[in-house]
């Protein structure tokens, strides 16, 4: 595609709920990393994808987090048991390589969670 | 854990006026990156350095690298009400050769 694209743009849920997120990369995009920003803060790195597998996953906050990308494409992060201090913008950014190349965001998934 | 601090956290200028925001790492940084992000957008790269005392504009933007490669400026000169939104720097601390860490970023208001 053009652009990173991550649906939904908003998500409202209840506490304790299940949420996914997705991520549609840019084609051909080797790399994929998931962030959380939190209002007033820089992103914060959550996890980091080379194809289909998690090369570093030292960002996710506990154990209610995961997140797959089973054909090295469109990812998903998955959270369990929601909790209101889950509640911010996930971002996610995918770069033609791995190394520290150019990161290309989406626009982000702003999770609210009651 | 490993910190890349920004400062200052923000900075209202009329417009016309200069902007500089600095960036400090406590361990020496392979590279460093700058996003730009606007209000209620998505962080957008502006550029990245690698070498030690770098220095690269982009029209009215100048970036600079510091010699020990744990430092680095972001100076905008003669701001216009475009510029308006929060700048990022983003460096690997722990020599990590692919996660960014990222700053708390400038905000940077604009008065026309």
């Known amino acids: 595609g053009a652009g990173v694209s991550q649906t939904p743009s908003n998500k409202v849920t209840e506490k304790g709920k299940y949420v996914e997120l997705r991520c549609d990369p840019i084609?051909?995009?080797?790399?994929l990393y998931w962030y959380r920003q939190s209002l007033g803060q820089g992103p914060e790195f959550l996890i980091y994808f080379q194809g289909t597998g998690a090369a570093d996953d030292s960002g996710l906050p506990n154990d209610r987090f995961f997140a797959v990308r089973p054909e090295g494409s469109v990812s998903t992060l998955k959270i369990q048991r929601t909790e209101r201090g889950d509640s911010a913008v996930y971002l996610c950014?995918?770069?033609?390589?791995?190394?520290?190349?150019?990161?290309?965001f989406g626009a982000g998934t702003r999770l609210s969670v009651l | 854990g490993q910190q890349v601090m920004q400062i200052p956290q923000y900075q209202h200028v009329q417009e016309g006026e200069d902007f500089t925001t600095y960036c400090n790492s406590s361990?020496?940084?392979?590279?460093i990156q700058w996003y730009k992000q606007r209000p209620g957008g998505h962080p957008v790269f502006l550029i990245q350095?690698?070498?030690?005392?770098e220095v690269k504009k982009q029209k009215r933007l100048t970036f600079q690298f510091g010699e020990a490669k744990k430092n680095s400026s972001l100076h905008i000169t003669a701001t216009q009400t475009t510029d308006v939104g929060t700048y990022f720097c983003?460096?690997?601390?722990?020599?990590?050769?692919?996660?960014?860490?990222f700053g708390k970023g400038t905000l940077l208001t604009v008065n026309p």
């Open positions: 361990t020496t940084l392979s590279n």
């Open positions: 084609s051909g995009h080797t790399a």
């Open positions: 350095l690698v070498k030690s005392g």
């Open positions: 983003a460096g690997n601390p722990g020599g990590s050769n692919y996660k960014l860490t």
């Open positions: 950014a995918s770069s033609s390589r791995g190394g520290l190349g150019i990161q290309y």
